[in-house]
């Protein structure tokens, strides 16, 4: 676990979007402190003039006093919960948009490794935790600690003695917080691991139902779950039993603290040392400083759970960045030349490619084919830079200049990856991911090289809706469609990873012919494939052992 100075500053760094409503909250929060001690004060004025025991005011002026009290404290509760609504999402909202981005924008390689559910876990429940603790939970901790400070020297004002017992509960209070915190960071972020996992088996689980139904496991994946959530719900056990078993003890406190105060003010009121209005007061001021010591218990786990959210953005933020600059373009075209590359995802383990020579010259067309585990996607990962080489580079360049590949060589690239890739949304949003700036026609043309007219011709046109994972196409159909969406980008080196697999011979006949035609020397292009047809439409062939 990270310590918690590094969690602080992270939370500060982080909170910047959230301040203005954590600050307007801090201040309504200390403003409502010192309403509700007017409200003690004119409590104690009233019964006092009523007993005769203050002439300086009349009765109707302290009553007037207590409405004028009670009415702020009714509109200072309206405009905190009117902040916490209009702010409070657009708080969430911001801090979620910037995690998203770094998500988004980190390095491929980096963030792989963790489950999608994991990560839509974290972006979302631990995103609202940490920002409900730095909108909600600091500033109601600040104004309950001006509570308590305010209420003991209003107490000790009127008796020294009975201030100072009812906080020595205090020492204990802090002693028993680091044992308890300790404890409950861990039993914390056990349950939000096991939370993120559920997660991922109802990601997975919806993402891939069709192969559930047909392979007949949907009772294997529904035990999966239900072995997840009676862990998960061992845990939440756990914590509850240890998390009462405290609240008891403290409460236990509290009540001794609070049967003292109450003998103490009877005792004093049978010597005649104090007056009525003292005793309610003794008693109220008591609640005052009690009450703090039991919200600051409950906003320990509340608090805890926002440590435990933060450590896991942080975990988030921690993946690397890709490099940020200007985008080196070849508007004329380009080819792309690897270097005696070698990669392993594991050094330990076995090379994917070890020195690996080959040059795809501007305007060709090659086909890299080989047997599953040989490396052919993992070199498009490379040429992508989703991936860097251990050793070795690949090269960018035309007939003036070569760069290495990078994020920033990206814009010369367009990649159709195998499998249903499309959005949900209509045909229309789906090809303006290609360019954002394409006109209709432009759009049609591209269909077209895609064989995709059938689009066109649909009732709905362009702007028919397809569902999530291009539901409501066939795979063929998606698949040309996220061919046309790669023809609109302006990139002069298309790789098309099995982009022909879901399609039958005719089609990817023409298909071919179409991109053989339009494209040549045009742009250069290369197709992993296990299909001769596509063989046949290219200059050259790159073949890769399994080492």
């Not at 959230?18 to 600050?23: A, E, K, T, V, W």
């Not at 007993?51 to 702020?72: K, Q, S, Y």
């Not at 209005?277 to 218990?297: D, K, N």
């Not at 305007?363 to 991936?387: D, P, Q, V, W």
């Amino acid at each position: 676990m990270k310590n918690t100075l590094s969690i602080l500053r992270w939370l500060w760094q982080i909170s910047k979007p959230c301040r203005l409503q954590s600050c307007i909250n801090a201040l309504l929060g200390v403003f409502i402190v010192g309403v509700d001690f007017s409200f003690i004060y004119a409590t104690k004025l009233a019964i006092d003039i009523a007993t005769g025991r203050n002439v300086e005011m009349t009765l109707t002026m302290a009553g007037v006093m207590l409405v004028v009290v009670i009415l702020l404290q009714i509109g200072t509760s309206f405009a905190r919960r009117w902040v916490g609504a209009i702010l409070g999402v657009k708080s969430q909202n911001v801090m979620q948009l910037r995690l998203f981005r770094r998500v988004l924008e980190c390095e491929w390689s980096g963030l792989e490794k963790r489950h999608s559910g994991d990560v839509l876990n974290r972006l979302e429940r631990d995103v609202r935790d940490v920002t409900s603790v730095v909108t909600d939970t600091a500033p109601a901790a600040l104004g309950t600690s001006v509570r308590l400070i305010g209420a003991f020297f209003f107490l000790y004002s009127m008796d020294q003695m009975l201030a100072c017992i009812v906080v020595v509960i205090l020492p204990l209070f802090i002693l028993l917080s680091r044992l308890y915190v300790r404890k409950m960071r861990r039993l914390t972020r056990e349950i939000r691991q096991t939370d993120s996992q559920i997660q991922s088996i109802l990601t997975e689980s919806v993402q891939h139902r069709v192969v559930l139904k047909t392979l007949e496991r949907t009772d294997h994946m529904a035990g999966r779950l239900d072995g997840a959530q009676q862990i998960l719900r061992r845990q939440i056990r756990h914590k509850t039993i240890f998390s009462s078993f405290s609240a008891t003890l403290l409460s236990m406190g509290f009540a001794t603290g609070y049967l003292v105060t109450f003998l103490w003010g009877v005792f004093r009121l049978q010597d005649g040392t104090i007056t009525y209005g003292m005793m309610i007061a003794f008693i109220q001021l008591v609640g005052q400083i009690q009450g703090p010591f039991r919200e600051l218990t409950k906003f320990v786990p509340v608090i805890i759970g926002a440590f435990t959210a933060g450590e896991r953005l942080m975990e988030l933020e921690e993946v690397p960045l890709e490099a940020k600059g200007e985008n080196v373009c070849f508007p004329h075209g380009a080819g792309i030349r690897i270097e005696d590359v070698e990669y392993a995802y594991d050094i330990k383990k076995r090379h994917i490619i070890q020195h690996l020579s080959f040059d795809f010259p501007l305007g060709s067309s090659t086909a890299i084919m080989g047997e599953t585990g040989a490396g052919k996607t993992t070199l498009i990962r490379l040429i992508l830079s989703l991936l860097r080489p251990q050793s070795g580079r690949v090269m960018i360049y035309d007939e003036e200049r070569s760069v290495e590949a990078s994020p920033l060589t990206r814009c010369n690239l367009v990649y159709v990856p195998q499998g249903n890739t499309l959005f949900s949304g209509t045909i229309r949003d789906n090809l303006l991911l290609g360019n954002p700036e394409a006109t209709e026609d432009e759009m049609r043309e591209a269909l077209h090289l895609a064989c995709a007219d059938f689009i066109v011709e649909r009732p709905g046109g362009l702007d028919e809706q397809c569902g999530e994972g291009g539901s409501g196409l066939s795979e063929g159909q998606a698949q040309r469609i996220s061919i046309a969406r790669a023809l609109l980008r302006k990139g002069n080196i298309l790789l098309l990873d099995e982009a022909t697999s879901a399609l039958d011979m005719e089609t990817e006949k023409q298909l071919l012919h179409n991109l053989s035609t339009a494209l040549r020397g045009r742009r250069t292009l290369i197709f992993i494939t296990h299909r001769l047809a596509v063989v046949e439409h290219c200059d050259q062939v790159l073949r890769l052992e399994r080492n």
